[in-house]
């Protein structure tokens, strides 16, 4: 049995994957450890099944990170396209959903035998339910892994453990405390890309609404996602809440929009016109879901028929229905959640090359790292282009 290595990465996910197929085309013996019963586990449950792999327009401004430069010189290096054309050679057929977003039309299950396909060819050994009792760093300089399968030595070492999200797939702090082992600062972690929770009044009005989905615009912190919101038993999910989750923190003011794209005041003065005898209620559950307008009614605004309000009335309508406060308690959490905010520390690391400033050979690539994507497949392009980083770097 070969134990000796010229890189050892951790965690057979997406970008611990993709690190392992361009190192080993470059001519490198990779070993990959993962502690799950299979590769790719992640992958094979995202996007309904279909895997999201990518978004034709990521570019750094749809990435979360204490520092904002970090991700450029990844991402400029392997692009959407470079992706695309690994695909299209593997004949996975594809279709763009929305805003740039590319799933498979068939199944995630055949981006998972793609990657596994390259580092079978690329002459990579992959072994699953194998978990690390111990890293050590030689005096030598090496990394000597101690495993219930044997121990294995290695002149690079490549985290790609990924983050806390979705523990019943094999989440795990792991990445952060070896990072921690080796000296590397570590962010402060949270859930990202998540449904939140409301508790009080918010809970008692929404609850029996759950299932009503409307379009919002969600802002929080300066920053506004346009799409979907879904109210849940829980609190709310859906595409603009879960985008703007990873901006969100308790405590801070998130305000929606629930006429996005119309001019609520204008809307209310053409109506007060031409409809004179009508309820408010009636006229918002023509532009909301009638239940939702209902509840609004009966609980943040007056109803009566439209003639009977007075313009400054109808203007704090306006203003209510364009920026609604909804206060939110928490979010599910790691059990729910798509992405780890936070993580290793983008400063102790070379931004060419995901190498640790400090540790000759130790990279931190994908989720593990304090870089994280907005919902739409930037996730996944941020592990394709940090594990090919890497991948091109070992051994250079």
Request: glycine share 12%.
């Amino acid at each position: 049995m070969n134990t000796q290595f010229d890189a050892i990465v951790i965690g057979a996910g997406a970008a611990g994957l993709m690190c392992a197929l361009t190192a080993g085309q470059r001519g490198l013996r990779v070993l990959v450890l993962d502690h799950a019963n299979k590769a790719g586990k992640k992958i094979l449950m995202s996007g309904g099944g279909r895997c999201n792999f990518t978004n034709t327009g990521a570019s750094p401004a749809n990435f979360v990170s204490a520092n904002k430069h970090f991700c450029k010189s990844a991402l400029a290096r392997y692009t959407p396209w470079h992706f695309i054309a690994l695909v299209e050679r593997h004949r996975i057929a594809y279709h763009e959903k929305e805003l740039g977003q590319l799933f498979c039309d068939d199944s995630s299950k055949q981006i998972v035998a793609m990657l596994l396909a390259e580092c079978a060819h690329a002459g990579v050994e992959i072994r699953t339910h194998c978990t690390i009792e111990r890293v050590e760093h030689t005096d030598a300089g090496h990394y000597r892994l101690h495993t219930p399968q044997g121990h294995f030595t290695s002149a690079a070492l490549v985290v790609a453990s990924g983050g806390l999200s979705i523990p019943s797939m094999g989440a795990s702090g792991f990445g952060y405390q070896l990072a921690k082992q080796f000296g590397q600062h570590v962010l402060p972690t949270r859930a990202g890309l998540v449904p939140l929770t409301l508790s009080g009044k918010h809970a008692e009005r929404l609850q029996d609404l759950a299932g009503v989905s409307l379009p919002v615009e969600a802002t929080c912190n300066g920053v506004s996602f346009r799409n979907f919101m879904l109210i849940t038993h829980r609190g709310i999910s859906g595409p603009s809440i879960l985008q703007i989750s990873s901006y969100w923190q308790p405590g801070d003011d998130l305000r929606l929009d629930l006429l996005p794209g119309i001019d609520g005041a204008q809307q209310l003065a053409d109506w007060q016109r031409t409809r004179r005898d009508t309820e408010l209620k009636t006229v918002l559950g023509e532009v909301l879901p009638k239940r939702f307008a209902q509840r609004l009614c009966e609980h943040w605004m007056i109803n009566k028929p439209l003639r009977q309000y007075t313009p400054a009335e109808l203007h704090a309508i306006a203003e209510l229905l364009a920026a609604w406060p909804l206060i939110a308690s928490g979010s599910e959490g790691y059990r729910t959640a798509e992405v780890t905010l936070g993580g290793v520390d983008t400063d102790g690391l070379s931004s060419s090359t995901l190498q640790s400033k400090t540790i000759p050979g130790l990279y931190f690539i994908g989720e593990v790292v304090d870089v994280t994507g907005w919902l739409g497949g930037y996730n996944f392009q941020w592990a394709w282009a940090s594990g090919h980083a890497a991948g091109m770097a070992i051994g250079g």
